[in-house]
């Protein structure tokens, strides 16, 4: 709620400096002492003698002052000059995000990134949920399939077709392929109608395309925390929604519960916001845990409750590896409630594509789709891409082997992390799906609380070289959890960064009575050889 009041203040400062120049005109007229309404203020001792121009000219001062202290450029004196328009509020405001320790930590990855032969002692990027770890079988399948990067349908060119003006409903093959692959993810237990499906530029889009459709400016959505924390920009920073936290805690592994939404309903009345919608990602941004079926039906039942919608964010989908599986809200949402379930999917994390931005909004609202449908002309996937991927989805040899090898590696290399972890005495939330862990530092933690967590933080980043993500850039309300990608590495180089950590456990010692720990020189320790690096880009 920071940015509306900053926005509220720089608001009533533009309004207000005006003001403030034409009732000092106006005063000053009367006064005799300035020759008109629009005499300058430079050089006022010289020009406006008197006592009434003096007492004039401080109130122009300070209103000046005041004026620049706001860092706007708002012109107290009509000097007939045009004044250079400040950006709008939106651009100016920082509910982006943008400065959470979240994307802090990419920023200074990016400053110095590991690289196993270039750069040994740079940070490893365990902060990105990608997954890179089938990359393989999409280039065989690639190459295997000419004709899908080539622009060709049956060895006949496609290019001239594509190159066109697209039609915002997409292509009717790719939109097939995509609901065929949607119900495949979920064990055909759903069947997704093409129809009820909008394309977009990834999950990313989905979302806030959705909170366009669902809410006005100040309603609010309910999301169960810990959560991701890009929702923070997708959901309010252009909408001008509001999140309210239901906050889950670690007593039940994170499991969202009755009384929690409740809370979360009643504090949102009491700031007098109107709930529009339940928001949950399953599999679960950070806990990398699907939710249980006996949950749903209680998200279910509780939305029905309350007559607002549910939208379940379903881009981890794919990625769950081990019981209990992956069960879409679709499943359990009866009939009635059909028009107020919706589910956002992408093929950024199952497929490992983020950068080909493809999602999709699942709605049987016709209101939504026809809505949504509209709005996806400012986000559109390209007419090559579909053409691609409706060739890869609708491989359904490939589609079966892909979803079984993808999710036997990313469970392998999750048990990699936790046994390492393990290892190291370091516990995380038992997970089944997801490209990251929900690791307990709190050991490592000089004092229990979020000073604690965030000083521990700095010191994985810098000292270990490791960029992980703080829970309280989830909103977790328990210091001393940090989400821990995986998927976006090779093993050699997950096996640096556990004994990285290691390191930095046994100097910090049992407890927490950890004094500053000695900084370590990774570039030394391990020399992995090139076609570890090779993997790693
Ligand atoms: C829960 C969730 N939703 C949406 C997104 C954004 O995905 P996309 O790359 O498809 O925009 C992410 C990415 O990390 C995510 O974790």
Known sequence: MADPATLGGTRTISYIAPLLTSLLSTLAFWSGAVPGASGSISNPAASHPGPYTAYTWKLELLARVVSRWKGKMVSLVADGKPQPQPLSTKAACNSHGQDSSYFLGWEEYERNPYDPVANPGGIIQMGLAENQLSFDLLEEWLEANPDALGLRRGGASVFRELALFQDYHGMPAFKNALARFMSEQRGFMVAFDPRNIVLTAGATSANEALVFCLADHGDAFLIPTPYYPGFDRDLKWRTGAEIVPVHCISANGFRVTRAALEDAFRRAQKQRLRVKAVLITN????????????????????????????????????????????????????????????????????????????????????????????????????????????????????????????????????????????????????????????VNMRRLMRSRSFEGEMELWKKVVFEVGLNISPGSSCHCREPGWFRVCFANMSAKTLDVALQRLAAFAAAAGPARTMSCPIRFSWANRLTPGAADRKAER
């Open 283 to 438: 599999p679960s941004n950070p806990l990398g845990t699907t939710s249980p079926r006996a949950d749903l039906e209680m998200l279910v039942d509780f939305v029905a409750a309350k007559g607002i919608h549910l939208v379940s964010d379903e881009i981890y989908s794919g990625t769950a590896f081990a019981e209990p599986g992956f069960v879409s809200v679709l499943e359990v949402a009866g009939a009635e409630l059909s028009d107020r379930v919706h589910v956002v999917y992408s093929l950024s994390k199952d497929l490992g594509l983020p950068g080909f931005r493809v999602g999709a909004i699942y709605s049987a609202n016709a209101g939504v789709v026809s809505a949504a449908t509209k709005m996806s002309s400012f986000g559109l996937v390209s007419s090559q891409t579909q053409h691609l991927l409706a060739s890869l989805l609708g491989d359904r040899d490939f589609t079966r082997r892909y979803i079984a090898e993808n999710t036997r590696r990313i469970k392998e290399r999750r048990d990699q992390l936790a046994e390492g972890l393990a290892a190291i005495g370091i516990e995380c939330l038992e997970s089944n799906a997801g490209l990251f862990c929900w």
